[in-house]
């Protein structure tokens, strides 16, 4: 929950700038500009993606403050139109490539950073540390956008599910059963990956 002072500097930011104050624009923006774009990159994955839909997210609110009534706390309308943002941008750049192909590019640069890793002869513990990082990574990067965004607002952003019902204007047992969906998904997409990644494993070989 938000401290109370910042709800109030929040709703008198919001008054100044519909009295087109830029200054308080400019406040509104450095306030919350660093805790959008951290949680919007985790679901559009890449940093000038990222930057490009909370530079999105920000014209948008700024073009709409008169419509924010203060009926919920600002971050959470402005998340809203971020979240929005994230989830169109993926939809359009996810809109050509399968899960197959995905698979393909992710088994390509499981290879070249196993090659980089032996050539390098990396400590093995901090390498399969490493791994594991990175392949949560790439399982969150091909989830569908409603169930990245989801998981990232409760597991990583550690928002309550009324909050994300809010945020993604959705009924609270939509959001859980979205975010059980996307536990799922989740789970079969690290099973693949791994059965990428070792190839040999489940087919029934034996050594």
Request: hydrophobic share 35%; glycine share 4%; aromatic share 6%.
């Amino acid at each position: 929950m938000e401290n109370p002072s910042s709800l109030e500097e929040d709703q008198k930011l919001v008054e100044a700038i519909n009295r087109g104050d830029q200054a308080a624009a400019n406040r509104l923006v450095e306030k919350y500009q660093d805790r959008l774009y951290f949680c919007l990159l985790k679901i559009v994955q890449h940093p000038e993606d990222a930057l490009d839909v909370v530079q999105e997210s920000f014209l948008s609110a700024l073009k709409s403050m008169n419509r924010y009534k203060g009926k919920s706390q600002f971050f959470t309308w402005l998340y809203r139109i971020g979240i929005n943002a994230a989830i169109n941008h993926q939809r359009k750049s996810n809109r050509h490539q399968t899960f197959q192909s995905q698979l393909s590019q992710v088994h390509l640069q499981q290879t070249a950073a196993q090659e980089e890793r032996a050539a390098q002869s990396q400590p093995l513990a901090a390498a399969e540390l490493a791994d594991e990082v990175e392949k949560v990574r790439k399982g969150l990067e091909m989830l569908g956008p409603e169930f990245k965004a989801v998981l990232v607002l409760k597991e990583i952003e550690d928002l309550d599910y009324h909050e994300i019902a809010e945020i993604m204007k959705t009924p609270v047992g939509t959001v859980r059963s979205r975010l059980h969906r996307a536990r799922q998904e989740l789970r079969w997409i690290l099973e693949q990956l791994g059965q990428v990644e070792h190839p040999s494993q489940g087919t029934g070989e034996s050594r």
